[in-house]
T-cell receptor
Framework: IAGITQAPTSQILAAGRRMTLRCTQD?????MYWYRQDLGLGLRLIHY???????GKGEVPDGYSVSRANTDDFPLTLASAVPSQTSVYFC??????????????FGPGTRLTVL | GQNIDQPTEMTATEGAIVQINCTYQ??????LFWYQQHAGEAPTFLSYNVLDGLEEKGRFSSFLSRSKGYSYLLLKELQMKDSASYLC??????????WGAGTKLIIKP
């Protein structure tokens, strides 16, 4: 693995079903993020984690949950999917959140359709 | 509220120069980022500005004026592969990135 991987690449899901999007990074970055990207809107932060064992809410957290049991993995769970959660989901990571250039690196994304 | 404004779409000619503007109003400022995103792909980092002035990196340059809440990305010697969306993002007082909707750049031969 090099960088950030996400799974699945795409998924069609029935409304009401539970779904977990997986994200793994091998760069030993402390901070990880989940964004959704919708047409005509900027990337919106769902949840983030500054370090293993801690998580925080972003701009649009409702209907989503995350966990950060270790440095590498940051899964995003939709407990009961709704059509408005149809989107492209990107996982990202950065060395830290303390400033400087601290660039965020993105995974390839998961395209989720909720019917 | 926090707001990042960019033009929705721009068209330019191969070999020419294009300037993509970004204006922002955010709660605090801890740097401005430009990312490139090809259709169907992930955003990739282009540039970072935290002090006023111009940062040059090959064919791409980025400018920042903090007093005006303004930045631009300048792309020179345009190539067809530069056709992509360009995303402006500002890191706010909570060190979170606030993203613009992106500017879709179309390059014509």
């Amino acid at each position: 693995i090099a960088g950030i991987t996400q799974a699945p690449t795409s998924q069609i899901l029935a409304a009401g079903r539970r779904m977990t999007l997986r994200c793994t990074q091998d760069m030993r970055h402390n901070a990880m993020y989940w964004y959704r990207q919708d047409l005509g809107l900027g990337l919106r932060l769902i949840h983030y984690s500054n370090t293993a064992g801690t998580t925080g809410k972003g701009e649009v957290p409702d209907g989503y949950s995350v966990s950060r049991a270790n440095t590498d993995d940051f899964p995003l769970t939709l407990a009961s999917a709704v059509p408005s959660q149809t989107s492209v989901y990107f996982c990202a990571s950065s060395v830290s959140t303390s400033g400087g250039t601290d660039t965020q690196y993105f995974g390839p994304g998961t395209r989720l359709t909720v019917l | 509220g926090q707001n990042i404004d960019q033009p929705t779409e721009m068209t330019a000619t191969e070999g020419a120069i294009v300037q993509i503007n970004c204006t922002y109003q955010t709660s605090g400022f801890n740097g401005l980022f430009w990312y490139q995103q090809h259709a169907g792909e992930a955003p990739t980092f282009l540039s970072y500005n935290v002090l006023d002035g111009l940062e040059e990196k090959g064919r791409f340059s980025s400018f920042l004026s903090r007093s005006k809440g303004y930045s631009y990305l300048l792309l020179k010697e345009l190539q067809m592969k530069d056709s992509a969306s360009y995303l402006c993002a500002v890191r706010d007082s909570n060190y979170q990135l606030i993203w613009g909707a992106g500017t879709k750049l179309i390059i014509k031969p």
